[in-house]
């Protein structure tokens, strides 16, 4: 296994736009999260998945965001008609049953600039 | 809503020297997490900290837990060029991570 993986790395899209992010979790962790991370702060929450049950949303998830975990094994984070704020770089986590004894490992990440 | 504060957010140190990163946070919790993040690039997990009292250590760094004071602290000895990167501590709570605002480190040769 080698990891978390976030596809794509890079994503320049033009505002109003939808996209598409894919985050491949490390294939015996149940739990996955979404983050994002805007230039010199700290991950903020986004949403947690428990298997394919979405378990948990923060307020920063307006309802232009939508995340998926089908099967409980990848998970996609789609942003809609897309804004300039929006830019960020989205990281996705994984960790396994039992979670905070483990921490989370985390994945490259995808870098979203909307111009 | 949890808070966690770290201290300072800038260190500039010349190689060779020690220092110590702070992390306070707001709430109880006895799970604490430090990250390095080199630029561009995702979080690397460096130490799970799982109880009061909790120390762990790794080459250069060491890292500590005080639930009671809801404080972490980061401990660098001898610092070198390597090290450079900004270190994030976070705290494990409800079904959630919380992470504090970085402290990014400059290692001087």
């Not at chain 1, 962790?29 to 428990?50: A, D, I, K």
């Not at chain 1, 770089?89 to 960790?95: E, F, P, Q, R």
């Not at chain 2, 702070?22 to 997490?33: A, F, P, Q, V």
């Not at chain 2, 080459?59 to 390597?82: C, E």
Request: proline fraction near 4%; aromatic fraction near 12%; hydrophobic fraction near 30%.
């Amino acid at each position: 296994d080698t990891g978390v993986s976030q596809d794509p790395r890079h994503k320049i899209t033009k505002r109003g736009q939808n996209v598409t992010f894919r985050c491949d979790p490390i294939s015996e962790h149940n739990r996955l999260y979404w983050y994002r991370q805007t230039l010199g702060q700290g991950p903020e929450f986004l949403t947690y998945f428990q298997n394919e049950a979405q378990l948990e949303k923060s307020r920063l998830l307006s309802d232009r965001f939508s995340a998926e975990r089908p099967k409980g094994s990848f998970s996609t984070l789609e942003i809609q008609r897309t804004e300039q704020g929006d830019s960020a770089m989205y990281l996705c986590a994984s960790s396994p049953p039992g979670g905070g004894l483990y921490g989370y490992t985390f994945g490259s990440g995808t870098r979203l600039t909307v111009v | 809503e949890l808070k966690v504060e770290q201290n300072p957010l800038f260190l500039s140190m010349q190689e060779g020297k020690n220092y110590t990163i702070y992390c306070n946070y707001s709430t109880t919790s006895d799970r604490l997490y430090w990250y390095r993040q080199d630029p561009g690039k995702s979080l690397e997990s460096l130490f799970v900290l799982l109880s009061n009292g909790a120390v762990k250590q790794e080459g250069r760094l060491m890292a500590s837990l005080d639930t009671k004071a809801r404080l972490s602290t980061l401990h660098i000895t001898a610092a070198v060029h390597d090290l450079s990167a900004t270190y994030f501590c976070a705290v494990d709570y409800g079904n959630q991570f919380y992470f504090g605002t970085g402290t990014s480190l400059t290692v001087i040769p």
